[in-house]
């Protein structure tokens, strides 16, 4: 059970909603950090009184340190500030949220420091998990799974005897807001209609990763990390209501399934109260008023990004890390009305095959993988 936390990416969707949990559990938030919005990080800070707060963007530091400057918060910037929130020695737990690879490096901070690790930024095991894997492993940091999936995983997998027990994970994906539409169809989709997510709130480039089902292919990929599961044994279902969050399948082909309302107060409470369940502010399900639920094959060929994330894992090394660069860039210039909506797939394709497999020694090699890919899709525009 979390004392003391540190939350990376306090102003964003998951952010939030962790303040708002911390505050209902009496947990102490000793540091929070986000990436810009110093205006909500002053109101933040002064509510929950952290002693640390960290802006990412630089130029935003002597703003947020004039808006502070009547406490005695310790204020940092960049990634530098983000890394020193991380392995802050006044929390146990690091909830990293921030968006993209921009992550990497306070998360394998923090495992270095042996703290838990609340993980919502998926990126950081899509284009690291080696790294973050053995760090953890040599440190023995703890690892929870914030992510909705990959949280209903873990919960399912709680109990098990061993990992021989465990034959399959089975991802559901809500198919997002254009589910059932064809790849011709896909051609003129706008930018508006990408971001009006059917059952979640979430952030911008979640919401796209979603509308191009690139989500569930970088779910994967993290499943397989966490997990240890490769990605043949990992299955997608569509199911539309995002009621069941995740299942897993036993070597007697029992299904054990996690549902609830579609609220991340509770996999983030369960990343923070584990092994411990506590009382939390969310509607209770009913399956009776919900009626019926669907499930569907996903459509691989119209929302070819899941079936790249497969092959990038197969190929493995830096493979994912230029996939997840390549998308990051891509749906930064499709939300600026720059590319088309089915340009996305095609960037991280290219980006993805172009990058040698090798297996990264350090953060660094991640980094340049990253920039690579960028710069590849940048040069394709
Ligand atoms: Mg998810």
Redesign the pocket.
């Known amino acids: 059970m979390t004392r003391s936390i540190s939350i990376l990416g306090s102003t964003g969707s998951i952010g939030t909603q962790a303040l708002e949990v911390c505050e209902k559990l009496d947990i102490n938030i000793a540091a929070i950090a986000a990436n810009t919005n110093v205006r909500m990080l002053e109101e933040q800070a002064r509510k929950f009184k952290p002693s640390l707060v960290a802006v990412y963007d630089e130029t935003k530091a002597p703003e947020l340190k004039a808006a502070l400057k009547d406490t005695d918060i310790k204020v940092a910037s960049g990634m530098s500030g983000l890394c020193m929130a991380a392995e802050y020695d006044k929390c146990d737990t690091v909830l990293n949220s921030v968006v993209g690879m921009v992550g990497l490096l306070p998360t394998l901070t923090a495992a270095r420091a042996k703290k838990n690790i609340a993980l919502a930024n998926?990126e950081t095991l899509v284009s690291g998990g080696s790294l973050v894997m053995r760090e953890i492993k040599r440190s023995g940091a703890k690892l929870y799974p914030v992510?909705?999936?990959?949280s209903a995983i873990f919960q399912c997998l709680q109990g098990l005897p061993d990992d021989r027990a465990l034959d399959r994970l089975i991802l559901t994906a809500s198919g997002g807001p254009f589910f059932g539409k064809t790849k011709k169809e896909l051609e003129n989709v706008t930018i508006e209609q990408a971001l009006n997510h059917p059952n979640w709130s979430m952030g911008k480039k979640i919401t796209i990763d979603s509308a191009t089902m690139m989500?569930k292919g970088l779910?994967i990929i993290e499943a397989s990390w966490l997990f240890g599961v490769e990605q043949s044994r990992i299955d997608v279902v569509v199911h539309r209501e995002s009621v069941i969050h995740s299942m897993i399948e036993l070597s007697d082909h029992a299904v054990i399934a996690q549902l609830g309302v579609p609220d991340m107060k509770i996999p983030i409470q369960y990343a923070l109260t584990y092994p411990e369940r506590r009382d939390c502010p969310v509607e209770r399900l009913s399956l009776a008023q919900i009626g019926r639920l669907t499930f569907y094959e996903p459509d691989t060929e119209a929302f070819e990004c899941m079936k790249i994330c497969r092959e990038a894992l197969d190929r493995g090394g830096l493979c994912t890390a230029a996939a997840n660069g390549a998308n990051e860039e891509a749906v930064g210039l499709f939300l600026n009305g720059r590319i088309p909506f089915l340009k996305i797939p095609e960037l991280v394709r290219a980006a993805m095959e172009a990058q040698k497999n090798d297996e990264p020694s350090s953060a660094d090699e991640v980094l340049c993988a990253d920039a690579a890919a960028r710069e590849l899709v940048k040069s394709m525009v």
């Open positions: 998926k992510d909705s999936e990959h989500n779910e």
